[in-house]
């Protein structure tokens, strides 16, 4: 079970790879890139957050490869 503090979650597309952010409670997420559906049960998020904007400095590390 996913704290109530990490409410985001930060995945790669199975697709195309880009980084999308969700909700830890969705079941699926489509890709907002390449409209492929993804979904999100029983997969490992890459970085969590409280709050969106957290969630959004944690993909700005992701791709600069800080993380």
Known sequence: ????SRKY???RCKA??????AKTGQ?????PYCGVKNR?????????A??????LKAVKKLK???A
Do not use: D, H
């Open 1 to 4: 079970m996913v704290s109530s």
């Open 9 to 11: 979650g930060v995945f």
């Open 16 to 21: 195309c790879g880009r980084l999308n952010l």
């Open 27 to 31: 079941k699926f997420k489509t890709c």
């Open 40 to 48: 999100l049960s029983g997969r490992a998020f890459l970085a969590y």
């Open 50 to 55: 409280s709050t969106p904007n957290e969630a």
């Open 64 to 66: 600069a490869g800080k």
